[in-house]
């Protein structure tokens, strides 16, 4: 009504809270009692009729002078809801699909967290002319311009301290979208923070097979093999070897670590639902690997193009029913003009231009700059963006060591544990979560919430 609006207009003139009203969540379905803080969902329109649905969650603490953290699930083509509902959102989906759980080590207990489906054609997310080829210079662009809508419609953040955070393919997208965002004097940046993440091709494909090895994946015959065709002069190159033999070798171990039944997310886990490979659904969330890459084209190429992509040794059922529920759309305020709810979208995937091989280059830009803190955080058993090869990223930019290579210590219900391993450079932390697979929150989730305490509140770590 009239009265309301000039009411909005007067409080944002005010500078009181100006958030949009009609995005706020009232009732959510699947809580037995409603949560204390405030939540919103809806859209963020950026250029040529694209728009990016938002769930943004107040923190539980103080929310007008906490942190605004940005968080991005990878892919590319995977919804950033799956961090929210099964990692570190403020509830988790359980498993019938319909109930929901508070989350004790919920990330906004201490920050403002805003989850962003994105690029369009992920999740709720969608354009006017429902084309959905991309790549990661527009994708760094739209999440820039995404940002900016979001302070426009919520001006009462906009001084708080911002971070951009992420996982996986997010390694691309965060540092990328950084870039864009230091560079405007409006915006608050303080860091950023990348959960195993995709950093270096070559490096990630290269540690892969030390990886296999020394877990015990590969045995001693293929391990000589690979040695004589891959290696000389103590170098190995096990990424674009010219040397045929070295490249049935990795071949091998290709299929080992993808197509042998084991979680590539989590080497230690269990397949829930068995084994999926013999359908070629190898993987998609949050898919660094340019091995898995090749893989999964050559795959896709003999499948439909309507394939469900739901990555092997994930059910992502139950958020699947939740998401999709009527009611619950509507709480969302969700258009009619999106697609149904899917965790990751083939076609987002299979249209998506990977224009970075790595990003050192953002990474010394942010670096060079004096003024951003960095985490880059990995569980130590995934094996889609491995640990090995964010830590030989993270040392190849010879940054000043500041803490030498030391176990860190969380407390969880059986009292002090050693959380991983974490070395210190001037603006960077390299840290292992021990015993963790690609989804850190979701496998080690009072470990994750220590991390992210001390990475936010710039505690040692």
């Known amino acids: 009504s009239l009265l309301l609006l000039s009411c909005y207009f007067l409080s944002a003139w005010l500078g009181v809270e100006a958030a949009p ?71 988790l989906i359980q498993s019938d699909g319909a109930t929901l759980e508070y989350n004790p080590y919920a990330w906004n207990k201490i920050t403002n967290m805003l989850y962003l489906e994105s690029p369009v054609g992920v999740g709720f997310s969608y354009s ?42 997010g390694g691309i997208y965060i540092p990328t979208l950084a870039e864009r965002v230091m560079e405007d004097a409006s915006l608050n940046l303080q860091g950023i923070a990348v959960g195993n993440g995709m950093s270096s091709y070559e490096m990630n494909d290269n540690s892969l097979v030390y990886f296999a090895y020394y877990h ?51 080497l230690y886990a269990s397949c829930p639902g068995g084994v999926p490979v013999e359908r070629g659904q190898l993987v ?100 889609a963006c491995n640990f090995m090869g964010d830590e030989w990223f993270v040392e190849s930019l010879q940054q000043q060591v500041q803490v030498q290579r030391r176990p860190w210590i969380y407390e969880d219900v059986d009292g002090q544990q050693v959380g991983g391993f974490v070395k210190e450079f001037d603006n960077i932390v390299f840290l292992t979560v021990k015993g963790s697979g690609h989804m850190v929150p979701t496998d080690k989730p009072a470990a994750a919430f220590t991390m992210f305490t001390r990475f936010i509140k710039k505690l040692p770590y």
């Open 128 to 169: 006017d002319d429902q084309k959905y080829a991309t790549n990661d210079t527009e994708v760094s662009m739209n999440n820039y311009l995404a940002l900016k809508e979001f302070f426009r419609l919520f001006p009462e953040y906009s001084k708080n301290e911002l971070f951009l955070t992420g996982e996986s393919y």
């Open 216 to 266: 015990g994946l590969l045995g001693s015959h293929l391990w000589a093999e690979l040695q004589t065709y891959c290696c000389s002069n103590g170098k190995c190159n096990f990424y674009d070897n010219p040397n045929q033999n070295c490249m049935d070798s990795v071949g091998e171990v290709q299929t080992i670590v993808y197509s042998s039944g084991l979680n590539i997310y989590n």
């Open 21 to 91: 009203a009609a995005d706020e969540i009232t009732y959510l379905p699947g809580l037995q009692k409603q949560p204390s803080f405030k939540q919103y969902s809806g859209y963020l329109s950026v250029a040529d009729g694209k728009h990016l649905h938002y769930w943004f969650v107040e923190s539980q603490n103080k929310p007008s002078s906490d942190p605004l953290v940005l968080w991005l699930n990878g892919g590319p083509g995977c919804s950033s809801l799956d961090g929210l509902l099964t990692e570190h959102g403020p509830f």
């Open 284 to 383: 998609i969330r949050d898919l660094g690997n340019s091995f898995i890459h090749h893989q999964w084209n050559r795959l896709l190429a003999a499948l439909l193009p309507s394939v469900r992509l739901d990555p092997p040794c994930t059910n992502s059922t139950p958020s699947n029913l939740y998401l999709n529920n009527p009611l619950v759309r509507k709480a969302l305020h969700i258009s009619p003009k999106a697609l149904d709810w899917v965790i990751c979208s083939s076609e987002v995937n299979r249209n998506y231009g990977r224009l970075y091989m790595d990003v050192r280059k953002q990474y010394l830009k942010l670096l060079g700059a004096l003024k951003y803190r960095i985490l880059v955080y990995n569980g130590d058993v995934d094996m």
